[in-house]
């Protein structure tokens, strides 16, 4: 896919999703535009797919910043079934290692087969009901 290189904004029915630069050491993310970005919204989702480390700049950047952000790990359906369990506990040892401060929730999904991964409604759940 393409690399995205500035935020851009596409509006659901009742959310709007913001494509940010995400892979690490494309972009400077220390501005004050990008703090008013993330403080100014309601939840922020971090989309992994096959390693924490693959957006690690971002999620440091925010736990710098004290901002709580939920990681969606993608694309479960091409972990094979006997190896899933274990690729989650990776992910959440990655999470442990790196040191990540704001971690919220973490939902392992996948957007093609959403009723295979029970995380999915509780993800969606977890969106539609927020509390202030």
């Known amino acids: 896919g393409e690399t995205t290189i500035e ?6 029915r009742d959310f709007i999703l913001c494509d940010i630069p995400g892979r690490n050491d494309e972009v400077t993310y220390m501005s004050m535009q990008y703090i008013s970005f993330f403080k100014g919204l309601t939840r922020r989702l ?18 710098a910043i004290e901002i709580q952000y939920d990681i969606v790990v993608n694309k479960m359906d091409r972990i094979e079934e006997e190896e899933r ?32 991964f029970p995380d999915w409604l509780e993800m969606l759940d977890y969106l539609k009901h927020y509390q202030t």
């Open 7 to 12: 935020v851009s904004s596409y509006s659901g």
């Open 46 to 63: 971090i989309l992994v797919q096959s390693t924490i480390k693959e957006n690690s700049s971002i999620m440091k950047f925010l736990d």
């Open 85 to 116: 369990v274990e690729f989650c506990e990776q992910i959440r040892k990655e999470i442990s290692k790196i040191g990540l401060k704001c971690v919220g929730h973490v939902f392992f999904v996948s957007a093609k087969y959403p009723a295979q």
